[in-house]
T-cell receptor, first 112, second 114 residues
Framework: GENVEQHPSTLSVQEGDSAVIKCTYSDSASNYFPWYKQELGKRPQLIIDIRSNVGEKKDQRIAVTLNKTAKHFSLHITETQPEDSAVYFC???????????FGKGTKLSVKP | EAEVAQSPRYKITEKSQAVAFWCDPISGHATLYWYRQILGQGPELLVQFQDESVVDDSQLPKDRFSAERLKGVDSTLKIQPAELGDSAMYLCASNPTGTGEGAFFGQGTRLTVV
C-alpha cells in the first residue's frame, strides 16, 4: 500500500523567511497530493493541492511542487508570518480511491 | 460556509464502556470518511462510505468498532468496549467526488479513555 514520508518533523523559521516541507510517496499510481494545515485544537484545513499532471501550483505565498519521477512533492511558504505557525500534513491519494494517506506532519513555528 | 458537523467535541469514558460519535457531512457530499488521529501523527482512515455503502473498512478494528450511515447522510461511529489505546481525535470528513480530492474535515471528537 501507499506510504507517505514527511520531513522535517519540526521547523522553526524567522518571520519573513521561507519554509519548505518535503514529502515522498511510494505508490506510483497516486495522482492527487493535498496539503492540510492544522492549528492547535482545530480541524485540518486544505490549503493547496496538486494533481499528477501538473508540476507546480501557486496560491499567493504558498506553492507546491511535484516530481513524479522521484515520487516527491514539497510545500513552499514564502514571507512567513506568525499565523502560519501550525502543523502541516501532506497526503497522497490513488486514482479511483478516496483514501488519503497522510504523512506524520511538520510542526512549523514562525518566530516574530 | 458549509461545514462538516461532529459531536460531541470532547468525550471522556472509562475503559470497557461503549462510546459513540456522530457526523453530519456537508450537504450533497456522497463520500464520508472516519479518520483517527493519534496525538503527534497524521490522520489514519478507519472507514469510508459512498452513500450508505462501505467502500473501505480494512483498517477498522471490527471486533470493537462499528460504523453506519443508514440513509447515506449522517453517520455514527461506535466503540465497544473502549480501550485505553483508543484515546485519540476522531475526525469525520466528506467530499462530493469520492476520489479524496477536496476532502473537508469536521472539528473532530477528542476521546479520552480512562
Amino acid at each position: 500500500g501507499e506510504n507517505v514520508e514527511q520531513h522535517p518533523s519540526t521547523l522553526s523559521v524567522q518571520e519573513g523567511d521561507s519554509a519548505v516541507i518535503k514529502c515522498t510517496y511510494s505508490d506510483s499510481a497516486s495522482n492527487y497530493f493535498p496539503w492540510y494545515k492544522q492549528e492547535l485544537g482545530k480541524r485540518p484545513q486544505l490549503i493547496i493541492d496538486i494533481r499528477s499532471n501538473v508540476g507546480e501550483k501557486k496560491d499567493q505565498r504558498i506553492a507546491v511542487t511535484l516530481n513524479k519521477t522521484a515520487k516527491h512533492f514539497s510545500l513552499h511558504i514564502t514571507e512567513t508570518q506568525p499565523e502560519d505557525s501550525a502543523v502541516y500534513f501532506c497526503a497522497a491519494s490513488r486514482a479511483g480511491q478516496g483514501n488519503l494517506i497522510f504523512g506524520k506532519g511538520t510542526k512549523l513555528s514562525v518566530k516574530p | 460556509e458549509a461545514e462538516v458537523a461532529q459531536s460531541p467535541r470532547y468525550k471522556i469514558t472509562e475503559k470497557s464502556q461503549a462510546v459513540a460519535f456522530w457526523c453530519d457531512p456537508i450537504s450533497g457530499h456522497a463520500t464520508l470518511y472516519w479518520y483517527r488521529q493519534i496525538l503527534g501523527q497524521g490522520p489514519e482512515l478507519l472507514v469510508q462510505f459512498q452513500d450508505e455503502s462501505v467502500v473501505d473498512d480494512s483498517q477498522l478494528p471490527k471486533d470493537r468498532f462499528s460504523a453506519e450511515r443508514l440513509k447515506g447522510v449522517d453517520s455514527t461511529l461506535k466503540i465497544q468496549p473502549a480501550e485505553l489505546g483508543d484515546s485519540a481525535m476522531y475526525l469525520c470528513a466528506s467530499n462530493p467526488t469520492g476520489t479524496g480530492e477536496g476532502a473537508f474535515f469536521g472539528q473532530g471528537t477528542r476521546l479520552t479513555v480512562v
